[in-house]
């Protein structure tokens, strides 16, 4: 079966997201957009079997990105799907409550493309290169 | 008003709740220059006069918690075409509008997030509710009837960046 590789993108701004695709293109994986937790769902039920990783904001409107993590690493489809965290929530307190609630990894913004690419391709893991 | 610190002045009587003026002033630097790549100066303030003047977008955000408060960033339109094309790599003439704003509106969220990391270090905790944008030509922003309790200018190059804070 052929498998895709696609990178979930959930972000209110469609700024961040833009960003995100060009990291996302230089290592040769589709990035699929969501502005919201529910949205992102919608995205997940249809493709869960190709995305690789979810980059997930925290502060958006709708379902916030703490309650979609929750939510998803307490489905068993979907629990296995890697997710860093990309947002501007920098206390320790909320570092804590993401990696509790399942969080594999965490990017302050701001980043540099660099640091973005870099913890992407940490994210994903050599498996998926190969 | 000190160069160094300025006071909360919603409640004269909560002594100790301060934000010191280069915490500010750093996160703006840091944020736009990893960003974008520009670097950002900052410089003196205008008379209040002159300040919403050139004004086209601004991007607001609100925090609450141990100090209520408004941030605004506020560009004109060509430096909004500057810094967005810089975060992202499109081209100025391939940018919408809303992009635009989204640009700006993001770059206050990262901002507002920079001083509030900075403040846990004292104790004092925020949470921040979604930002958005305020777009006109000459358009300017007041709590009631108070301007900003803080204003500060940034050049890049020879445009302007204005970023204040308001005191709930």
């Not at chain 1, 990291?23 to 690789?52: H, P, Q």
């Not at chain 2, 909560?14 to 840091?30: L, M, Q, W, Y």
């Not at chain 2, 004092?124 to 009837?145: C, E, M, Q, R, Y």
């Amino acid at each position: 079966m052929d498998t895709k590789k696609m990178i979930l993108s959930v972000d209110d701004s469609a700024i961040v997201r833009k960003i995100i695709r060009s990291s996302v293109e230089v290592l040769r994986f589709e990035l699929l957009e969501a502005s919201d937790g529910m949205e992102a769902l919608t995205v997940l039920e249809k493709k869960c079997n190709d995305i690789k990783l979810i980059l997930l904001d925290w502060n958006m409107p709708g379902m916030n990105g703490i309650d979609f993590l929750k939510a998803i690493k307490s489905h068993s489809f979907y629990k296995h799907i890697p997710v860093m965290m990309i947002t501007t929530e920098s206390e320790k307190e909320s570092i804590i409550k993401a990696v509790q609630a399942g969080v594999n990894n965490y990017l302050l913004k701001p980043f540099k493309t660099e640091e973005l690419t870099k913890k992407i391709m940490e994210s994903l893991g050599k498996g998926v290169f190969m | 008003m000190s160069d160094t610190y300025y006071s909360i002045k919603k409640d004269e009587d909560k002594k100790g709740n301060e934000i010191p003026s280069f915490f500010v002033s750093n996160a703006v630097k840091n944020v736009i220059f990893t960003m974008t790549g520009l670097e950002v100066i900052e410089t003196k303030v205008p008379d209040a006069a002159d300040v919403d003047f050139i004004s086209h977008i601004s991007g607001v955000v609100l925090i609450t918690g141990s100090i209520n408060a408004m941030f605004s960033l506020t560009v004109a339109k060509p430096m909004a075409y500057l810094l967005v094309s810089s975060m992202t790599g499109i081209l100025p003439q391939n940018l919408r509008e809303e992009e635009l704003y989204d640009g700006i509106t993001e770059l206050v969220n990262m901002i507002s997030g920079e001083t509030r990391a900075q403040m846990s270090g004292r104790g004092l905790h925020f949470s921040t509710l979604p930002p958005f944008a305020i777009i006109g030509d000459k358009h300017f922003v007041l709590h009631k009837n108070k301007v900003a309790n803080l204003v500060k200018k940034f050049l890049v190059g020879d445009k302007d960046i204005y970023f204040k804070v308001y005191f709930l």
